[in-house]
């Protein structure tokens, strides 16, 4: 089966300008999960999606961050204005849904990077 | 809240050497516990995972056993490959929202 896909691979931008990443989970997968992952340090979810309504987004920082995830299937995280700290990898996973033993399969990220 | 600590590193062996990375968890409920591979400019794959206490999840020659009584899910392999060179995250899943809270991950690197 195909796997989680994400698009850019890398994006360089100036601090305040904006930025957006999309996600096309895999086939059937009702759970979107997005990242953040910053330099030597482990991913931080930032938010959940459960089909096309949001299941947490409690560590996301609404003030500049934004997520949607339309008709349940492929979803965009946008940062705007970005800033400094913004700089890490930022992931997108995808599950079954249902019990917590259900796997998180994960795509190859996109790197960001603020000038 | 939930978290996972997980041995420092980096952690550097010879080819065929024993690998041991340590990791320990704090949670409220009953967590199913993961090992995640994050290999070089790439998304992270799925190790292996153990859902109940005493449990072994295992792949690739990798093992962690559940151990409740000590909080910890140790991942193990008895002889390690250059390919096996890589970032090893734990993690933990809890609660209804089944979210993962990672550990800061361990960097291995095996020298041929």
């Known amino acids: 089966e195909a796997g989680v896909a994400q698009s850019p691979r890398y994006k360089i931008i100036e601090k305040r300008q904006s930025v957006a990443f999309w996600c096309n989970p895999i086939?059937?997968?009702?759970?979107l999960y997005w990242y953040q992952q910053i330099l030597g340090q482990g991913p931080k979810l930032l938010i959940q999606f459960q089909n096309n309504g949001v299941v947490d987004d409690s560590q996301l920082p609404k003030d500049r961050f934004s997520a949607e995830r339309l008709k349940g299937v492929d979803s965009t995280l946008k940062i705007q204005p970005a800033k400094l700290e913004d700089s890490a990898v930022y992931l997108c996973?995808?599950?079954?849904?249902?019990?917590?033993?259900?796997?998180?399969?994960f795509g190859d990220g996109t790197r960001l990077s603020i000038l | 809240g939930d978290s996972v600590t997980q041995m420092e590193g980096p952690v550097t062996l010879s080819e065929e050497a024993f690998l041991t990375i340590n990791c320990t968890y704090t949670?409220?409920?009953?967590?199913?516990l993961f090992w995640y591979v994050q290999y070089p400019g790439e998304g992270l794959q799925l190790l292996l995972k153990?859902?109940?206490?005493?449990d072994k999840g295992s792949n690739k020659g990798f093992e962690a056993t559940y151990r409740k009584e000590t909080t910890s899910f140790h991942l193990e392999k008895g002889s390690v490959q250059v390919s096996d060179s890589a970032v090893y995250f734990c993690a933990l899943s809890d609660g209804s929202a089944r979210q993962l809270t990672f550990g800061s991950g361990t960097q291995l690197t095996v020298l041929p």
């Open positions: 086939s059937g997968h009702a759970t």
């Open positions: 153990a859902t109940k206490a005493d």
């Open positions: 949670a409220t409920g009953y967590p199913s």
């Open positions: 996973a995808s599950s079954l849904g249902g019990s917590q033993n259900q796997p998180q399969h």
